[in-house]
């Protein structure tokens, strides 16, 4: 169990610019989500995908925002036309849910830290 | 709709003392709380968490902490603080049985002073 991975650690663009980022769950599990963490504040949940279906979008998710897990596995989270308004630490979790009673148990990777110039 | 209010932004304790974080909650069905804590750089590690059942749960590092569905709350708590506590902490809410997302409060940073 090698926890949850998230590449890169940080990123600096420029505005305008399309970033991409990955993160790898612990391995097997079903449940994979995405939080944007802005400096003082708590982690906002962007969106969450079971396997490769992805079942909620937050509000905070515009169209310059798009998130996949092909294979439900590993997931991408990507940004166009980046603003200044898009720093902020994006958080990957994942979790195991089987059977009918949800655990919930989230397990969080360190972050990509995006600075957008 | 859910959220959490944490009192609080910063709370100092001298070490050996009692930690009080405290958590209100607000959520339309019978939710599922936590704890996360976040050391500097590093993305969140979960301390307790209630579902159902006992309403006090113990967590890792001698943290605990009490859900009093009558007063909304679920405060953390420890009995005696150690230096390596200081770190910022967060409660979340999410939906009980029903979903996955986790709502979070602001957070607050505890410092130990020696």
């Known amino acids: 169990d090698t926890g949850v991975s998230q590449d890169p650690r940080h990123k600096i663009t420029k505005r305008g610019q399309n970033v991409t980022f990955r993160c790898d769950p612990i391995s097997e599990h079903n449940r994979l989500y995405w939080y944007r963490q802005t400096l003082g504040q708590g982690p906002e949940f962007l969106t969450y995908f079971q396997n490769e279906a992805q079942l ?44 009918s009673r949800l655990k919930n148990i989230q397990y969080f990777g360190a972050g990509t830290r995006l600075s957008v110039l | 709709a859910q959220s959490v209010t944490q009192l609080g932004s910063h709370v100092s304790v001298s070490e050996g003392a009692l930690v009080l974080l405290r958590c209100n909650y607000s959520s339309s069905v019978p939710p599922y709380l936590f704890w996360y804590v976040q050391y500097p750089n590093q993305g ?23 859900f009093k569905k ?6 953390l708590t420890k009995p005696s603080a150690h230096m390596s506590d200081a770190a910022e902490y967060f409660c979340a809410v999410s939906e009980g049985n029903q979903g996955g997302k986790l709502i979070f409060g602001q957070g607050t940073e505890l410092s130990v002073k020696p």
């Open chain 2, 70 to 75: 009558s007063e909304t709350s679920f405060h």
């Open chain 1, 56 to 99: 909620e979008k937050s509000r905070l998710l515009s169209d310059r925002f798009s998130a996949e897990r092909p294979k439900g596995s590993f997931s991408t989270l990507e940004i166009q036309r980046t603003e200044q308004g898009d720093s902020a630490m994006y958080l990957c979790a994942s979790s195991l849910e089987s059977g």
């Open chain 2, 44 to 66: 969140l590690q979960l301390l307790l968490k209630y579902t159902t059942g006992a309403t006090l749960v113990k967590g890792i590092n001698g943290f605990e902490a009490e």
